[in-house]
């Protein structure tokens, strides 16, 4: 990729670059409405004061960090969770012929449930706030943790099981130095999968009327006409879904030999 | 080194009477294909003696996979019984490790660490295991080659990385599944004469399956010629040629000659 002629290199940022040169014209030249879509300039100050402003310069000013941790939080425990249960039950049942008959019609009947459906009888038993946002966030994750741990244990050679087996490898050992490592790739998929959602599902449980939280100041700033304010919000929820799939790959390649040399 | 290797050994020490260290009694397969029985294996016995190079030759088909699959623990056999050094065999062990013919080796682990990790989980001291990973990984000519990954060295180093990673574990027997036969005919060549050096340093007991007759009459002590449908062992032929094995030697072709001239009246019959 490297090697290739320069224009080559910048073909990714084409279209975000004629989007952001469409959107400024708009704003400039008064196409859309500035209660429909601010001129970026705008937006731009705007999250200026939302993220580094003091307490008191803007309607939004001096919570950014509170937000960020709040909701930081909530993807954290929410995908933890998830991925807590998700994993060893998808090696189980990649594995074990009970284990997969036992779940898969459970899994794939809640599976097919839209996630949003889950959130007036969430709402009902944990009520507004971190235990239903957290409890949306995992039940989301879960799935395609679960789906990809499961497709990689099926996917082990048996090769390697049977290089393991003959060496005098026992169960233990082998679901830790053989079945693990082996699915690495797969669970790898499901896990960034499940940490994508993960985010979608925190706005979702957020919108709900939380005090604190990136998806709080959206809908806050939707009642309150700040479409500036949904657009900073957006953007920063990109960048943190952004930023958190390549800490985890990293921290997957820091903690796993099989997650650094598999190509 | 060598003497060292020997040592370690388990084996007991040999009777008056010599008994095989492996011992195989009426051995079948029969698989279920499309409602019908399908004899694999049929009847199969023979003994192998401590350090014997026994080679089984057959046509593909003829269940040389499937004998060493049963002899190795990973499929049950459907009658007859197995025993090494008298002790009956139902399970994988390291008692009697496989080299297979594809690539297994672990592909997230280094040369070094695919060699050691038969003994690791033992509670052996890090020392100790740093050095006889050493120890085979210089047995294998591959000491400059440790750190690196499977999927970074040719085939045939790779079937020494094979090699040395169960005979550190120093089996009983060796089973080894058409182990060059992916490899090109240099290699093949190269790494049946670096086996028949290994053998001749630990002289391991050896069941070599193979469908080369060249193969065959350059590697082993005794060849079981197999035939098919149902596969049995049609004929057990001691070698005697001399070693090391002059491929172009007369005694060699004729040998060669003599099992073609079989294994064609096994097609035909």
Redesign the interface.
Same mark, same amino acid.
């Given at each position: 990729m490297s090697d290739r002629p320069k224009p080559y290199q910048l073909l990714p940022w084409i279209i975000p670059a004629a989007l952001m040169m469409a959107w400024w014209m708009a704003g400039r030249n008064g196409w859309i409405p500035e209660y429909l879509l601010p001129h970026p300039g705008d937006v731009g100050k705007s999250g200026y004061v939302y993220i580094f402003g003091p307490a008191g310069s803007g309607p939004y000013a001096g919570r950014f960090a509170a937000d960020a941790a709040a909701s930081l939080l909530r993807v954290v425990i929410g995908f933890s969770l998830a991925a807590a249960v998700g994993v060893p039950l998808g090696i189980l049942s990649g594995r074990l012929d009970g284990m997969e008959k036992l779940l898969s019609l459970s899994v794939n009947g809640i599976r097919a449930v839209p996630g949003v459906c889950w959130l007036p009888l969430s709402l009902v038993w944990f009520g507004i706030g971190m235990k239903t946002t957290v409890f949306l966030v995992s039940l989301a994750a879960f799935f395609p943790i679960y789906l990809n741990a499961a497709a990689g244990a099926r996917a082990v050679?048996p090769?390697?099981l049977?290089?393991g087996?003959?060496?005098?490898?026992?169960r233990i050992?082998g679901t830790f130095?053989?079945l693990i #490592?082996?699915a690495?790739n797969h669970l790898m998929t499901g896990l960034r999968l499940g940490l994508g959602i993960s985010w979608a599902y925190l706005v979702l449980g957020e919108l709900t009327g939380v005090p604190s939280g990136l998806g709080a100041v959206i809908m806050d700033a939707r009642m309150s006409g700040q479409i500036d304010v949904i657009i900073v919000g957006i953007a920063l929820i990109a960048l943190f879904g952004q930023s958190s799939d390549y800490l985890l790959r990293c921290l997957l390649r820091m903690l796993f030999?099989?997650a650094r040399?598999? #190509? | 080194m060598s003497t060292r290797l020997k040592l370690i050994s388990t084996r007991p020490a040999p009777n008056a009477e010599p008994v095989g260290v492996l011992d195989v009694q009426g051995l079948s397969k029969i698989f279920r294909v499309n409602q019908s029985p399908f004899h694999a294996l049929e009847n199969i016995s023979f003994q192998a003696q401590t350090g014997e190079l026994i080679c089984v030759l057959g046509p593909s088909g003829c269940g040389k996979t499937t004998l060493l699959k049963i002899l190795?623990?990973?499929i049950p056999p459907s009658a007859g019984h197995i025993t090494l050094n008298g002790l009956p065999v139902f399970?994988?062990?390291?008692d009697?490790? /496989?080299v297979?013919q594809?690539d297994?080796?672990?592909?997230?682990?280094t040369v070094a660490e695919n060699i050691s990790?038969?003994l690791?989980?033992r509670g052996l001291g890090r020392q100790f295991l740093r050095q006889e990973t050493e120890r085979f990984l210089s047995l294998v000519n591959l000491e400059a080659f440790g750190d690196y990954?499977p999927?970074e060295i040719s085939g045939g180093m790779k079937q020494r990385v094979a090699l040395a990673? /169960?005979l550190i574990?120093n089996p009983m027997v060796l089973l080894m599944d058409e182990p060059f036969a992916a490899l090109d005919a240099q290699t093949r060549e190269e790494m049946q004469t670096f086996l028949l050096s290994l053998w001749g340093k630990l002289s391991h007991t050896i069941l070599f399956v193979t469908h080369d007759v060249t193969e065959a009459v350059t590697l082993a002590d005794r060849i079981l010629v197999m035939d098919k449908n149902p596969g049995r062992i049609r004929h057990d032929i001691p070698l005697t040629l001399k070693r090391p094995r002059m491929r172009e030697s007369d005694a060699f072709h004729h040998q060669c000659k003599h099992l073609f001239a079989l294994l064609r009246t096994e097609k035909a019959g």
């Open positions: 050679p090769m390697l049977q290089a087996a003959m060496m005098g490898v026992g050992r130095a053989i #490592p082996g690495m030999k099989s040399r598999t #190509p | 190795s623990g990973f399970r994988p062990g390291p009697r490790c /496989v297979f594809e297994a080796l672990f592909p997230w682990l990790f038969g690791k989980g990954l999927r990673r /169960v574990l």
